[in-house]
């Protein structure tokens, strides 16, 4: 049977009405599973007694007790140690309170941020060193508008469903960009770095962080305020998530302040009021210091820091010094003033009033670190930090004088620190570096043609020798800027003085001999004694000891040890070389001053170098226990103590917890900064001219047992430190230039016999 088209339409047009009706009841149950099954109430739905949404699927802060120990992070912007020369009363009566009754001391920035905010709020938040760049200032409150939809859903969108809400009268706080930052900074480190890890080790132990703060800044170009809080990441835990206050409605409309905007005091008041019944730590961010920073106006940033000091004296309405803890601290120096010292205060139980802040991190009065900030905070609520970290807990001692002395003495050390690390450390080291490289040059082609050198060279010659010793000593000149003066300092202040004029009376080998004695006192007194000769001056720290202000750099180490070996080559005996080796390995590597383990390591190198010259390769087995031991005795010290004071110390405690997360991200680190100061040109000049002197000596003398040990030094200075040519150069610099006047002078009598 055909069908035609005809047939067709009359068939269709018959059962339409079936197959609109059947269409239809599709429809409806499509629509009435669809409702059921997505949990939401539909047409067909059966109502429930409540919608099911987040606020039912996670949990949500509860009140704390009221009688709960609380600690206060109130985190500044700008602030200097230079500042606290003409004192804090410039800012308000609250500012001359916190300088008198909270301990004092200055943030070490150098290696923990430096004037990079985010790298330093990075830092803060996790406890070590860190990364960050502005999407760390990315926090939001859940409802407000971010990228063409609401923070909460950014966040679900690129994070996942956070853990936990706010209550309804406080603000969940998202930052979406967290996780991925902290995976950026893991490939750099080739370590876990969680950004967050104060407020995640203190969620771990149930306790809760309330944030309150907005830095926001107004766009030149576009007319709108921007969100960039970066302080407020101190507040959120490993997977930018917290709770408190962060929008605009912070802020008050002021003409005479930065934008036309500052924090709005009753505002400020009602949520703090809020935030302390929820919170065990509150960190709060004014942010009208930073905006002062952001409008570069020096006229309105001691305004905005006196309006700053104004909040905080709200926060102390609400303090107990005998049960809560306060820490005031400025992360960030204003543009002009990089590489200062930054002001820190605590006050609290513990921490003497009006005292002096200090820290097992740096092993000095003054002088702490942004990590040791984390660590202290931690430490009071008696949290255990979720993977290890770089601070120490904060300690403070009596400061017996009076106001003015005190603020001389921190405003003096930021003054110096910043003229050594910013001036005068690399102008010293660069013309170290290149008058070495010409006079070893010159001296090498001298020994390898057979030349005569004059008297006049070997002048020359020894002040160059002295120049790391009196620049190391230098500062003592203009001591009395930070402490009284006195016939002890005077009478140290002439040693300098001493250095320089000694190399023109040099005429013999006795003279010689007192001369490298004397350099060799001076670098072995200073490690034995924390630097007294070279610390807390008014160039801060020697050019020497680098910017490290807990003890010996590697330069420094390479030094000592190099002038204890220079001496022994002055003793008829051998073994004395040997021997004067291992007291330059206890000196570097005892918790003294900083326990440099790879400059211990660098002379137990040498040490075994010696022994395989002097006895041969069988002793050279019997030679390696004795580095052993002394690396037993500085492991046996650092694990009997309660806490680690030193790197070996830190180190020890990371391999314990996590080995694969502590050796392979060192040596990677170590040779990533070694391979950085291959690029600078003074140390390869300095270097290059160092092992060429060596081959000059190695022509002339042969394989002889002092050379090889000198080769044992540079490869151990090499392997054993993370400063590329600047370690094997500075432990070579005195046994050569001791070699080479020890030539000249032989020469000069042998001249005079014949």
Same mark, same amino acid.
């Given at each position: 049977m055909m069908i035609s088209p005809k047939w067709f339409g009359r068939w269709c047009g018959k059962h339409i009405r079936d197959w609109a009706s059947l269409l239809i009841a599709g429809a409806l149950v499509g629509v009435f599973f669809n409702a059921t099954a997505s949990g939401q109430p539909g047409a067909f739905a059966l109502p429930s007694e409540e919608p099911v949404g987040f606020e039912r699927i996670l949990p949500r802060l509860k009140p704390r007790p009221t009688d709960a120990p609380k600690a206060i992070l109130f985190l500044m912007e700008g602030l200097t140690g230079q500042d606290l020369r003409q004192g804090l009363a410039l800012y308000g009566p609250v500012a001359l309170w916190l300088e008198r009754k909270a301990a004092g001391g200055l943030v070490a920035t150098m290696g923990f941020? %430096?004037?990079?905010? #985010?790298?330093?709020?990075?830092?803060?938040s996790a406890g070590m060193k860190a990364f960050g760049d502005g999407r760390i200032g990315r926090v939001l409150e859940q409802d407000e508008v971010w990228e063409g939809t609401t923070a909460f859903a950014a966040y679900q969108r690129s994070v996942g469903m956070p853990p936990f809400l706010a209550p309804d009268h406080l603000k969940t706080l998202l930052n979406p960009y967290l996780p991925y930052l902290s995976r950026r900074n893991q490939s750099f480190q080739m370590k876990t770095v969680p950004l967050g890890l104060l407020a995640g080790s203190l969620s771990q132990k149930g306790l809760q962080v309330m944030t309150i703060g907005c830095q926001d800044i107004l766009d030149a170009e576009t007319g709108r305020f921007v969100v960039d809080r970066p302080a407020l990441l101190a507040g959120l835990n490993d997977i930018g998530v917290g709770a408190g206050f962060a929008g605009r409605k912070l802020l008050k409309k002021d003409p005479n302040y930065p934008f036309g905007v500052r924090a709005d005091e009753k505002r400020w008041e009602a949520s703090l009021r809020t935030a302390w019944d929820y919170g065990d730590l509150l960190v709060l961010a004014p942010g009208d210091d930073a905006r002062a920073l952001a409008c570069e106006s020096e006229r309105l940033f001691p305004l905005a820091v006196t309006h700053t000091f104004r909040i905080l004296g709200i926060t102390r309405q609400f303090l107990r010094p005998d049960r809560d803890l306060l820490i005031v601290v400025s992360y960030a120096p204003r543009e002009g003033l990089e590489g200062s010292l930054l002001p820190v205060w605590v006050l609290g139980k513990g921490f003497h009033s009006?005292?002096?802040?200090?820290?097992?991190?740096? +092993?000095? #009065?003054?002088?702490?670190?942004?990590?040791?900030? !984390?660590? !202290?905070?931690? +430490?009071?609520? %008696?949290? &255990?930090?979720? /993977?290890?970290? +770089?601070?120490?807990?904060?300690?403070?001692?009596? #400061?017996?004088?009076?106001?003015?002395e005190k603020r001389l003495y921190l405003s003096g050390l930021a003054h110096s620190v910043r003229l050594n690390d910013g001036f005068l450390r690399p102008s010293v080291l660069t013309v170290w570096g290149w008058a070495t490289a010409f006079f070893f040059l010159l001296t090498a082609f001298l020994i390898a043609t057979s030349g005569t050198a004059t008297d006049g060279w070997l002048r020359w010659l020894l002040l160059l020798g002295s120049f790391p010793a009196a620049t190391h000593l230098s500062s003592l000149l203009l001591n009395f800027f930070l402490i009284t003066v006195s016939f002890y300092w005077l009478l140290l202040a002439v040693l300098p003085v001493l250095m320089i004029i000694a190399p023109f009376f040099v005429t013999s080998p006795r003279l010689l001999s *007192?001369?490298?004695?004397? @350099?060799?006192?001076? @670098?072995?007194?200073?490690?034995? *004694?924390?630097?007294?000769?070279?610390?807390?001056?008014?160039?801060?720290?020697?050019?020497?000891?680098?910017?490290?202000? $807990?003890g010996l750099g590697n330069a420094g180490a390479g030094l000592l040890v190099g002038s204890l070996l220079s001496a022994g080559f002055l003793h008829p005996s051998v073994v004395a070389s040997g021997l004067l080796l291992i007291v330059g390995a206890l000196l570097c590597g005892l918790p003294f001053f900083g326990a440099n383990v790879g400059g211990a390591l660098m002379a137990c190198s040498g040490f075994v170098a010696f022994v395989s010259a002097r006895k041969g390769f069988k002793w050279t087995?019997?030679?390696?226990?004795?580095?052993?031991?002394?690396?037993?005795?500085?492991?046996?010290?650092?694990?009997?103590?309660?806490?680690?004071? &030193?790197?070996?110390?830190?180190?020890?405690?990371?391999?314990? =917890?996590?080995?694969? /997360? !502590?050796?392979?991200?060192?040596? $990677?680190?170590?040779?990533?900064?070694?391979?950085?100061?291959?690029?600078? =040109? +003074? @140390?390869?000049?300095?270097?290059?001219?160092?092992?060429? *002197?060596? *081959?000059?000596?190695? $022509?002339?003398?042969?394989?002889?047992?002092?050379?090889? !040990?000198l080769i044992g030094l540079a490869l151990g200075g090499l392997i054993f430190n993370d400063t590329g040519p600047q370690t094997p150069f500075a432990v070579l610099f005195y046994p050569l230039i001791t070699l080479s006047a020890m030539k000249v002078v032989s020469d000069a009598q042998t001249k005079k016999i014949s």
């Open positions: 941020g %430096g004037a990079d905010r #985010y790298r330093s709020l990075a830092t803060l009006g005292g002096l802040l200090r820290s097992l991190s740096t +092993h000095r #009065y003054g002088i702490v670190t942004l990590p040791d900030v !984390t660590a !202290t905070l931690l +430490h009071f609520f %008696g949290a &255990t930090p979720s /993977q290890p970290i +770089h601070g120490t807990p904060l300690l403070s001692v009596p #400061y017996p004088k009076d106001l003015n *007192l001369l490298v004695i004397a @350099w060799c006192f001076i @670098w072995v007194i200073d490690a034995a *004694l924390r630097g007294l000769l070279s610390t807390d001056t008014p160039f801060g720290n020697s050019s020497f000891l680098a910017a490290r202000f $807990y087995l019997a030679a390696l226990l004795i580095p052993i031991a002394i690396l037993s005795v500085l492991v046996a010290i650092e694990v009997s103590r309660p806490e680690p004071m &030193t790197h070996l110390g830190r180190f020890l405690r990371d391999v314990f =917890a996590d080995p694969g /997360q !502590t050796i392979w991200p060192m040596i $990677y680190r170590k040779v990533s900064i070694s391979l950085r100061v291959f690029r600078a =040109a +003074h @140390w390869d000049a300095g270097l290059l001219a160092t092992l060429t *002197l060596l *081959l000059a000596f190695w $022509y002339r003398l042969g394989s002889d047992f002092r050379l090889k !040990t």
